[in-house]
């Protein structure tokens, strides 16, 4: 042991010390018992030492009295990072909010849209500029799995509440979106594409129709590369046309859309330049029982042309079909079906059903001339994309035109029950559409738009049969 080792070495150098000096100390002399005692205490003293320096800086890690060394132990060395809050504000006027962890992730977006219409045949506007249709949105995620939007509309005329829009969705597993809040219909090729998507400014006919929005629990989805996608609705009640203006109940509704040539689907061409790949069709369809309000339609400026009294009938049913073919990368064809019937309407005490009280066709050819660019496509609803701040595919500076033919038959049970309002008649509408919009700055878009409105005899509430409209809309923002 070290101990005894330093006794011996010690107490040689006592003797020999002693030698040296040239005296040998007699055993049991005082001085031999302090040189004892000294060598003793200091080899104790040296042990003791070795053990203190031991403790601090061991040669081994086993040395350590409390168990592994620091660099082995549990603890992370590295601090936890978190995502550092932010709100930045962008060139355009958009506000993003960053929290915690990215938790919440969202955007404000104001967009002001400055309209000047200029209308011949139709009723009598007391200003050509307005600003209708301006909204404020809130979109974002949490937790990347949730998206939602509110969207608040400016004018207060075209709202069905504070909110047009309203909706909270979920990716839970395989695709499949749960949504719900007030969610807008998508019976059309255009239906769940929001106003800063469109590239007309009015909707079309079977868009008056068709579409509108309610308060919903939606499921859905795209599968195989989205050549399949679904989308199957819970209609909960407060349903709403494009107007704002309350008309629908409860019901279901529901909508498939097939690319048949999709190289997953039915094993299509496999080539990545093959326009035939993309054509695809879609079925849709909505039932709404314990219906009441007032139906409409308005012409491509927005003047009424078919209104109702306030309906009470037991269901409506509405059916929509229709296809999309890219001839080319730009140039599209679009075609649609629309068919609308009535059943259980109450009128003077009595029932009746109208099964094809409304029917129309649209034909459309969709162009982007000046681009080496393909156009843009969304396929069936508008499910939310993975992030809210990805930029739109239709926002792009190239000049992106639309020309397109509509036509609606209104049947006349509803005139021979004298439910109409304004003394409108049964017969045909007819609008041939022009639409050309661009996106010049991120903040700034612009959209031009021109129809010809012709009807039959007295079923329109504007003046004479035909109608034209010339229309400018600017979004500033967003």
């Known amino acids: 042991m070290i101990l005894s080792q330093g006794e011996v070495r010690l107490s040689s150098a006592s003797v020999n010390l002693d030698q040296h000096s040239g005296k040998r100390l007699k055993p049991g002399s005082p001085l031999q018992s302090l040189s004892i005692f000294l060598s003793v205490f200091l080899a104790q003293f040296i042990g003791f030492s070795g053990l203190i320096l031991a403790q601090v800086e061991p040669d081994h890690p086993e040395g350590d009295p409390f168990g592994l060394p620091f ?136 868009d008056w129709i068709d579409e509108g929005s309610s308060w919903a629990l939606r499921a859905g989805g795209r599968w195989l590369d989205d050549s399949v996608t679904v989308d199957l609705q819970t209609r909960l009640g407060g349903a709403a046309d494009l107007r704002g203006d309350y008309f629908g109940g409860q019901g279901v509704s529901g909508r498939l859309s097939l690319k048949p040539f999709a190289p997953l689907l039915f094993g299509g061409p496999t080539a990545d330049d093959s326009p035939d790949k993309h054509f695809s069709v879609f079925l849709s369809g909505r039932w709404d029982h314990d219906v009441d309000g007032q139906f409409q339609m308005e012409s491509g400026g927005e003047s009424l042309i078919f209104q109702s009294k306030n309906l009470q009938m037991d269901s409506t049913r509405w059916v929509r079909a229709g296809w ?136 329109s509430a504007f003046d004479g049969d035909e109608a034209n409209s010339i229309r400018i809309l600017i979004e500033i923002g967003g």
């Open 71 to 206: 660099t082995d132990s549990t603890i992370d060395e590295d601090p936890i990072y978190i995502a550092p809050s932010s709100i930045s504000i962008s060139r355009t006027g958009k506000i993003k909010i960053i929290g915690p962890d990215q938790v919440p992730n969202l955007q404000v977006i104001g967009t002001l849209r400055i309209g000047i219409d200029d209308a011949t045949g139709q009723d009598d506007r007391s200003s050509k500029v307005h600003f209708r249709k301006s909204d404020i949105r809130i979109e974002g995620s949490a937790l990347e799995s949730n998206h939602f939007r509110f969207r608040a509309n400016l004018d207060g005329v075209r709202s069905p509440g504070v909110f047009s829009e309203a909706w909270i969705d979920r990716e839970v597993r395989n695709g499949i979106h749960l949504t719900g809040g007030r969610i807008p219909n998508s019976l059309g090729l255009q239906g769940g594409l929001p106003p800063e998507d469109r590239i007309t400014i009015s909707h079309g006919l079977l």
């Open 324 to 459: 999309r073919w890219p001839i080319l990368d730009w140039l599209h064809l679009e075609n649609e079906w629309s068919r609308t019937g009535f059943f259980g309407v109450e009128s003077t005490g009595t029932k009746f059903d109208s099964p094809g009280e409304i029917d129309g066709w649209q034909l459309g050819v969709r162009l982007l001339p000046f681009s080496s660019h393909s156009l843009a496509t969304r396929s069936g609803p508008d499910l939310p994309p993975s992030f809210f701040d990805e930029l739109s595919p239709f926002d792009h500076s190239d000049i992106e035109m639309l020309i397109r033919y509509e036509k609606v038959d209104l049947g006349d049970q509803l005139a021979r029950q004298d439910l109409l309002n304004l003394g409108a008649d049964a017969g045909t509408v007819q609008v041939l559409r022009f639409g050309i919009s661009s996106r010049p700055t991120a903040w700034c878009r612009w959209l031009l738009e021109g129809t010809r409105t012709v009807t039959e005899g007295s079923i």
